[in-house]
């Protein structure tokens, strides 16, 4: 696997616990949560772009 897709999958990994834990503490309309979900929806994005190219 190369190494950019490794490091995405890690990216990804640790956004995705991070959006978890803020989720659990705040309302899920919360502008944190918002945020993190947009971001690791690029990361997701990005992820396919590079698998799927």
Do not use: C, F, W
């Amino acid at each position: 696997m190369p190494l950019k897709v490794m490091s995405l999958l890690g990216a990804i990994e640790e956004l995705r616990h991070y959006l978890n834990q803020v989720a659990n503490i705040r309302k899920l309309t919360d502008p944190e949560v918002i945020e993190v979900s947009q971001r690791l929806d690029q990361l997701l994005n990005q992820y396919n772009s590079d698998v799927l190219s």
